[in-house]
């Protein structure tokens, strides 16, 4: 019998993978897992202890690897170098992450070895290399890329033409940008994005807002990115009411504010003065980022509302160096300049470093305060910490000392400056003249136009507020005439206004009263207020009146006006009168400034009022004070009591001239200055006759050097004499 054979199915031998297979991938799998570089190296070793450096699978992924695991790239451009005719598509992943690398320059020169060995880029590599461009600020690279891209015809290629916009409005060139994004046959949110965005870089605001009515009429829809930037440029412009329609157009679309448009639109608000709509919003959020608390800040600052500023500021966990810039900054400008510093110095203690414009701000707050030991302290840090060659610090250190008395301080700035533009003239120009020296300021003024410095509006300004202090009627006369006729300058009301303070001055009030009839612009504060002061001093009373009215009109609130009225009337003993303005400001609210001075020693400040007893000396102040009236009636004082325009008797008039803060300020100072010092003192409001025949005769007696800077200028007291000429 025939036996059947059962045919069975032929099994495959057991897999037996080849060891080379298992370590690459475990390899493979090593370099996934790696945290560190030091890691990655240790697997490199092994494949080159294996012979596995032909692989380009291995070396490539060791090379992002690398890349994402340190910032720094030599290692990663090492490894790049040992492959063999990477092909284009591990090319092009290497460049995509080199250019979003913190050295995107590395890029480039990964381009240039591909270029130099031959080996090919294709359209998807020119993004990347593009991007490297804007990045790096790299625009002759950029360009020759944009000639590669054209003479490999993928200049048509979108994400290319969209790389393109990028690259050209990073490197500063937006009308190449706008050509290459005209030219686009496809332009998606992106394209848009980045030229608007271009432009808005470039401070061209007006371009963004007609960009955008662009892209409305094309129907493309925008995302949260550009709408931020749409209310970027209306913030910087200070365009509050397109501000406000993309906010409807927000909420009309329903769209989603995320947080990042919400601190856009909170920035638009604060940056457009509307800060009861940025604390609306502010007050929503329920986390307040570093971005969006800074804007508030800052909005609050640039109003001048201090108090709200400093409320957020110091609710902020985290503080950048914007928001510390924002607030020294909103001191400096608000008249607290102590606190400026102050919170200047804590800056520095929570390791902020400041930038330039922290810088200008401190300076700023430096020079109203008054304080000569500080200036001379920031100078030196200004000079340590690499500010000293910047033009715009040095113009501003000129200011800083000849606002703290050192007229030398400012003019050894100005000589050192290798490199000087019209503001560090008129810086210096402006130093002599508010220090009464109008000879070295006509001088510079003069010198300034022989080295070919065209004088601005600003220069005009100092140069003609000297001659106005001066008393130099006609040198003023020519300087003005030579701001229009040769400098081709249109007076503004600040030229007009010296112009009536020379006048005026000078007693040509008639003269003044003509040239505000006759100027082509209105009158305004300013104008009207020097044409009332000049009244006032040289007794003019109807036209006073009338001007102090006219004033009055402009600025209902002002206090000076109402108190120079108020003085006008009791010149002429018109208490009816007097009683009325008096009454109106109370009515009002509105309340004289009180009279203040600042005397700083020993890096500390102290400040007095009018009849102070707050001073924790005080005592031993007004026991100074009758010791000093004493030694000078021996050699002729006797009080004037002629700026005290109030009804009282005479003895209540001679304590109220008396106990002025100037005073108290200079009696301190004798106290504790050492005899060779000069005595210091910033004071708010204009010297009074009697305290500038006291500081005269105390610089005389006691023999010590007195300067004092009041509201409008500098009065250096020496032997008994002034360096106003008692012309103020």
Sequence with gaps: ????????????????????????????????????????????????????????????????????????????????????????????????????????????????KLRREGLGVDRFSLPALLKASSRASALIEGMEIHGLASKLGFDEDPFVQTALVGMYAACGRILDARMVFDKMSHRDVVSWSIMLDGYCQS???????????????????????????????CGRAGNLSYGKAIHELIVEKHMLVDPHLQSALITMYASCGSMELAQNLYDQLSQKNVVV?????????????????????????????????????????????????????EMQVSGIRPDQVTMLSVISACAHLGALDRAKWIHIYVNNHGFGEALPVNNALIDMYAKCGSVEGAREVFHRLRKKNVISWTSMISAFAIHGDASNALKLFHRMKTENINPNGVTFVGVLYACSHAGLVEEGRKIFASMVNEYKITPKHEHYGCMVDLFGRANLIREALELVEQMPLAPNVVIWGSLMAACRVHSEFELGVFAAKRLLELDPDHDGAHVVLSNIYAKERRWGDVGEVRRLMRHRGISKERGCSRIALNNEIHEFLMADRNHKQADEIYTKLDEVVGELKLVGYAQNTSDVLVDLDEDEKREVVLWHSEKLALCYGLMREEKESCIRIVKNLRVCDDCHTFMKLVSKVYQRDIIVRDRTRFHHYKDGVCSCKDYW
């Design 1 to 112: 019998m025939a036996t059947t054979m059962m045919t069975q199915p032929i099994l495959p031998f057991p897999s037996h993978p080849n060891p080379t297979t298992l370590l690459h991938h475990h390899l493979l799998f090593s370099l996934s897992s790696a945290t560190s570089l030091t890691h990655l190296k240790q697997i490199h070793a092994k494949i080159l202890r294996h012979g596995l450096d032909r692989s380009n699978s291995l070396l490539l992924k060791l090379l992002l690897s690398s890349t994402s695991l340190s910032p720094n790239l030599n290692y990663a451009l090492s490894v790049f170098s040992q492959i063999p005719n990477p092909p284009t598509h591990h090319s092009n992943q290497f460049l995509r992450q080199l250019s979003r690398s913190t050295e995107p320059q590395s890029t480039l020169l990964v381009y240039e």
């Design 203 to 233: 401070g061209l605001f007006d371009d963004v807002l007609a960009l955008f009515e662009d892209m409305k009429n094309s129907y493309v829809k925008p995302d949260e990115m550009i709408l931020s930037t749409i209310l970027s440029a």
């Design 293 to 345: 608390s800074t804007a508030m800040v800052s909005g609050y600052s640039k109003l001048g509302n201090v108090e709200a500023a400093c409320l957020i500021f110091n609710q902020m966990d985290e503080k950048d160096l914007v928001c510390w810039s924002a607030m020294i900054s909103g001191y400096a400008e608000s008249d607290q300049p102590q606190e400026s510093l102050k919170l200047f110095d």
